[in-house]
């Protein structure tokens, strides 16, 4: 029996990524994937697919065969400028009608400069398309990275007080590579920088697994979701400084996060249903992870699902 806390924990926490490495699967099977995942029993556990707007073209009525009003592919699309793809998006909707939804977007912010320049057009275009995509914009690894970070998170705070309107961040916390993982006082700052300015984030890369450890193949400690969410939505409550934050974040001890009938609970810190379900809904989102399996599988291990 799972607890009540881990089912309101888990609840939609999981976008699936089958096309992205390590999985790197042909459109065809990763669509499957989804399609039989969205009707099995942990489907609830499960959110949107996660697809590069420009793959629309490629995806054939036989690969939405499986898919219906009931069972939608529900899609995240990753796209630079919407304004240029909203086109083809509005040519596979008439296509499918009812089959599809799309409920995401992903960008990256390709030049600071200009960043405001693409949240008005990207708010422009969804008001005027009547869209209404939770959209998320990822910061790429580089030079001055925190300066940047602490910059974009200043901007779609001005940005969405000004347009009542609810841009996210999206932070990627590994790769298949070691320098592809950022550190924790990096990932820590971006979670308390946007928790002081009521931004929400999702996750993406990294996070297949539940608790902090050492992945042997690619050499690096990896992050957990647990570590990553359990760890935001206390930095919320409890108002954590970053040492605060990385404690929980670089913990290795499974046992050390509890889940049970009325709350979750990190050490001596804990979450009632009601603040998971809040703090989920509006603060941390979601996370990408190409396999819907694993994450699953772990939890069973760890005995608690």
């Known amino acids: 029996m799972i607890a009540n806390s881990l089912k309101l924990f888990l609840t939609k926490l999981i976008d699936y990524a089958g096309l992205f490495p390590p999985a790197k699967l042909q459109l065809k099977l990763a669509l499957n994937n989804y399609n039989n995942d969205i009707k099995c029993l ?26 219906s009003q009931n069972f939608p592919l529900k899609l995240s ?29 992903e960008s990256k912010i390709l030049d600071i400069h200009s960043f405001h320049t693409i949240l008005e057009k990207t708010n422009e275009v969804q008001n005027k398309n009547q869209l209404n995509m939770a959209s ?12 940047k970070m602490i910059k974009s998170i200043e901007i779609i705070t001005e940005f969405n007080f000004n347009h009542n309107s ?18 924790p006082e990096n990932i820590a700052e971006t979670i308390i920088i946007c928790i002081q300015n009521n931004i929400s984030l999702k996750f993406t890369a990294g996070l297949h697994h539940p608790v902090r450890h050492y992945n042997d193949s690619i050499q690096t400690k990896m992050f957990g979701f647990f570590n990553i969410f359990i760890g935001g939505m206390l930095a919320k409550k409890y108002r954590f400084n970053h040492v605060e934050l990385i404690e929980v974040l670089i913990d290795q001890s499974s046992n050390n996060f ?30 990408g992870s190409c396999s819907f399996n694993e994450p699953r599988e772990d939890l069973t291990k760890l005995g608690i699902f």
């Open 42 to 67: 942990d489907k609830w556990m499960l959110s949107q697919f996660i697809l590069p707007l420009s793959n629309l073209n490629n995806i054939t009525e036989k690969m939405m065969d499986g898919f």
């Open 77 to 105: 699309l990753l796209s630079n400028d919407l304004d240029l793809d909203i086109d083809q998006l509005f040519l596979f909707k008439d296509k499918f009608g009812e089959k599809v939804e799309f409920s995401g977007l």
């Open 136 to 147: 998320f914009f990822e910061l790429p690894t580089q030079e001055n990275w925190i300066d």
């Open 166 to 183: 609810n841009f996210g961040f999206k932070l990627r916390c590994g790769g298949v590579e070691p320098y592809m993982f950022p550190s």
């Open 258 to 287: 509890k889940f049970k009938e009325e709350g979750l609970s990190w050490k001596k810190y804990n979450l009632s249903n009601k603040e998971i379900i809040q703090f989920r809904e509006n603060d941390f989102i979601s996370y």
